[in-house]
């Protein structure tokens, strides 16, 4: 049985991840027609096609490999500086330039000429780039906001779930009591499991995120409030110094660091609880900051992925994860001894963040990622405007297809990236437990 929801679950993320391509490439298609810009091609995969209709001027289709997909836009580059689309070099980064800018003319028809994609003013190619992107962020917090606001996450409570019997640095990593350890602050008030701290120093609090504030900024006497068997109970507590996980602000923590701060010694009760749209908006704002972090964090993780897929180093949970990665994760998600809401929760949110993922990667500004193509775009207006201000000629549109030797080097690299990831993941994967 395991083994069948395993193979669900990947089945589950395979699906999802096609009609998240076809949801972005969607957005561009629909610009692209709405900014009257001829569209030959809609596909969904790479590879050989499987299955194509054409209607009305663009062929529609699904090929075999699921890792991508693309439009085809008429006049995505601009002529050269003689006018001419095909023309030919030695020079290497030339030609490629001008096999790029030959591309983008290759199925030019009559009447094309006034549905090029450069013509179009700088303003409606970015909305064209963006829309993709865009399509998967709003897709990823549809997502999330579903999960949220009706399943909702795991939370910590002010509720007591575990009360320590001395004190001990959480550096040390170890829960047993040595003779000589001091009697921990919550035990010696007389702090019990199933209380629930409402109050502290007579001021109420009303959720984790507070609550550990206060404690930390404390060290010293003070007063906690608990409700406990219906009534308030007025506890006396002598908080202590300690080395505690460093917070991230939000109520959790940030691994492997710590910082001396105010320790009372007790551990809250976690529950799952849906959230408003109020505070999903404050979650999503976390985790959207999160993500940018981790993604402006990537290459400095690169080290640690090599050795885990090619020196048997351990894989870290933060790890990066391409496709096959995150398949297994969902496989391993939906295989889990758990409530089948509370796999399903998983499983969307495994698809809200790729789908976040990609609009975040896809913003990079660098060909040939859609950010590369909108500041083109936005260069292009800059250059027109400015030109208009100090009365010069007008410079035309900005030529994107010269950056296309950069391009190529910025796809290698992806591309090196992209197969480092699929053999860690396939050698050493992140395992859900």
């Known amino acids: 049985m395991t083994l069948v929801l395993n193979l669900i679950g990947v089945l589950v993320f395979v699906v999802g991840l096609l009609i998240s391509i076809a949801w972005h490439e969607l957005g561009h298609l629909s610009t692209a027609k709405l900014f009257g810009i001829r569209v030959p091609q809609y596909m969904v995969g790479f590879g050989k096609t499987i299955w194509s209709r054409k209607k009305g001027d663009t062929e529609y289709g699904i090929k075999a490999i699921p890792m991508g997909g693309y439009i085809r836009m008429i006049g995505m580059f601009p002529p050269g500086e003689d006018g001419k689309v095909e023309a030919r070099s030695t020079s290497p980064f030339r030609s490629m330039i001008e096999d790029a800018r030959s591309a983008a003319y290759e199925e030019l028809e009559p009447g094309d000429e006034t549905r090029l994609f450069y013509t179009r003013k700088p303003w409606k190619r970015v909305i064209v780039m963006f829309a993709g992107p865009f399509m998967n962020l709003v897709l990823a917090m549809a997502l999330f906001f579903g999960v949220w606001m009706t399943y909702g996450i795991k939370q910590q409570t002010t509720e007591v779930a575990t009360v320590s019997e001395c004190v001990l640095k959480q550096s040390e990593n170890r829960d047993v009591c040595k003779d000589g350890d001091p009697l921990a602050p919550g035990k010696a008030a007389g702090l019990l499991v199933g209380d629930r701290i409402v109050a502290f120093d007579g001021k109420p609090v009303k959720d984790w995120a507070a609550l550990q504030k206060k404690i930390r900024d404390t060290i010293g006497p003070a007063t906690l409030t608990v409700a406990r068997g219906g009534e308030r109970v007025d506890l006396k507590a002598n908080l202590v110094a300690n080395q505690v996980a460093k917070s991230d602000g939000h109520g959790g923590y940030v691994k492997g660091q710590y910082i001396d701060a105010g320790w009372l010694g007790f551990g809250s009760k976690n529950v799952i609880a849906p959230l408003s749209f109020g505070e999903s908006l404050d979650y999503a704002g976390q985790y959207v900051e999160t993500s940018v972090q981790g993604l402006v964090n990537l290459p400095a993780k690169i080290p640690a992925l090599w050795d885990a897929a090619f020196n048997g180093a351990e894989r870290q949970p933060d790890s ?15 295989a889990l001894d758990l409530p089948s809401e509370e796999r399903a929760s998983y499983i969307l949110s495994m698809l809200a963040a790729f789908n976040l993922s990609l609009f975040l990667f896809n913003m990079l500004p660098l060909l040939p990622l859609d950010g590369g193509h909108i500041a083109g775009a936005l260069w292009e207006s800059v250059r027109r405007h400015a030109a208009r201000i100090f009365r010069r000629a007008d410079p035309g549109p900005f030529d994107v297809a010269r950056l296309m030797p950069a391009a190529y080097v910025v796809a ?17 994967p992140i395992k859900i437990t």
């Open 320 to 334: 990066p994860v391409g496709i096959v990665g995150a398949a297994r994760i969902t496989g391993d998600l939906a």
């Open 412 to 428: 290698a690299v992806f591309v090196c990236f992209t197969l480092l990831v699929l053999v860690a993941d396939v050698v050493n």
